[in-house]
């Protein structure tokens, strides 16, 4: 592994105009980093990633590299690029072990961050590197959000994101409460109330987009980001039909091999897959067929009934009368995208949303109400992992320079009570009786 590595770097021709850190969301200074790795500087070069992306055992693993850092390198225009990923990988993953630091001072301040997911984790990172005593609220059990429950194992392994709930989180001191939706029980005038100062809201798109299509609600029918979260809870028989030819809708079909399955084919309304190169050519490899220009008219319990798919002239794709067909099947997963959930939003006054249901921001996050700020997928939409780390730094910073312009926060309404210590002495007497 290492001399690969190594073998990856020497091929990096220190530009002085590095078209592959252009090509980064989030611009990480790749020839200094090689640069490092080859003067024998690992532990360097992994600070400078850390400090730069603090998902980026994450990123070297999922990003879309052949249309970002390794898409730009030059080396690329006539012979193979520079391999990043596995450079970052390598090092990331090898100075993650030595990550044992605790959290900073504590500057008094409070702050709440909703979703555990690539936005929140880093916005939560950034304030507590700051001071911060920071609190991240999830509606799952365990960190991660989409990286976890929409990333299959086999792409992004549990441990690497276990490692960074460990280094990242608990030794940070930032605390995790999970299967808590903020919304139902608990609002976001409730954290105010408790004395958090500014609340990042970074809940991802959990609810699936439907065809609505006749047939969707059968047994044997699932959306790719239920099936995802728990992929062995299914059981969706041996010949599959996914509806759709994203980058989910190929992680999977890919799982659905791996839990089974003997005939999995993509469906697509046009001719053009639109998954990266990479993640579609790792499906096809495995065995996933492609049914391409055609509309889903109709789910049955044997099978889907597509048609021929024709555009309009306003762009819209619909189905040629006359050519449907019945494709026998055993299981369909829907993989159309996801939308927002809406409980947050009708739970919190004073806070504006377009007609998509994302929250509306500015280019720092500043949500229509002051101290609530957005990023990644609950603001933009559905965005990769980097994409989600770049835009949540600026907002992280933003909320770093809210929370200095407002008074230090009063801890509680009853500062001077008195402490009963009686319980705990109550307690070892009945043990003892």
């Known amino acids: 592994m290492a001399l690969h590595v190594m073998e990856e770097a ?7 105009k590095p078209r592959c850190q252009e090509g980064c969301p ?45 898409g730009h390198c030059i080396r690329g225009i006539k012979d193979t690029p520079v391999h990043f990923s596995v ?27 909703i979703g555990a997911g690539p936005a929140g984790i880093t916005v939560a990172i950034i304030l507590a590197r700051y001071g911060y ?53 608990i609002t976001i005038d409730d954290l105010f109330r408790d004395g958090y100062q500014s609340i990042f809201v970074g809940a991802g798109l959990w609810r699936p987009r439907k065809l609505n299509i006749r047939g969707e609600s059968l047994g044997h029918v699932t959306y790719a980001i239920n099936y995802l979260a728990n992929p062995s809870a299914f059981k969706l028989g041996e010949r599959i039909m996914v509806i759709g030819t994203g980058n989910s809708a190929m992680d999977c079909a890919r799982t659905a091999i791996r839990q089974g399955a003997r005939y999995v084919h993509c469906v697509n309304l046009t001719d053009k ?16 067929g492609f049914i391409m220009n055609k509309c889903t008219v109709e789910i049955r319990e044997d099978g889907v009934i597509l048609a021929d798919s024709c555009i309009g002239e306003d762009g819209k794709i619909t189905p040629v009368k006359g050519t449907e067909k019945l494709y026998p099947c055993t299981g369909v997963i829907i993989a159309v995208s996801q939308g927002a959930e809406s409980n947050l939003v009708t ?5 504006d949303t377009s007609k998509a249901g994302l929250l509306t921001v500015d280019e720092d996050g500043h949500t229509s109400r002051p101290g609530v700020f957005a990023a990644g997928d609950a603001a933009s939409g559905a965005r990769t992992v980097v994409e989600a780390v770049a835009n949540s730094k600026r907002v992280a910073e933003a909320m770093h320079e ?5 008074p230090m926060p009063v801890t509680t309404d009853y500062p001077d009570v008195p402490v009963d210590d009686t319980l705990d002495a109550s307690a070892q007497t009945e043990q003892i009786i």
């Open 10 to 16: 020497n091929r990096c021709l220190g530009c002085k």
């Open 26 to 70: 989030i611009h990480t200074n790749i020839p200094e980093v090689i640069r490092l790795l080859k003067d024998g500087r690992l532990n360097d070069a992994g600070w400078m990633l850390f400090e730069n992306n603090p998902l980026t055992t994450v990123c070297a693993l999922v990003c879309n590299h052949e249309n970002q850092c390794e």
């Open 87 to 113: 450079i970052e990988s390598y090092i990331s993953s090898t100075y993650a072990n030595q990550m044992v630091k605790g959290p900073a001072p504590s500057n008094g301040r409070k702050a709440a961050v």
């Open 133 to 185: 005593k920071v609190t991240i609220f999830d509606s799952r059990d365990k960190v991660g959000g989409v990286m976890r429950y929409g990333i299959p194992d086999f792409r992004l392994p549990d441990s690497v994101l276990d490692d960074l709930a460990y280094r990242h989180l608990e030794l940070k001191g930032i605390e995790f409460r999970p299967n808590t939706y903020i919304g139902s029980a």
């Open 273 to 288: 897959i639109t998954a990266s190169q990479y993640e579609s050519s790792y499906a096809k490899l495995e065995g996933v």
């Open 347 to 351: 739970s919190t006054k004073n806070i």
């Open 402 to 406: 809210y929370m200095q312009t407002l």
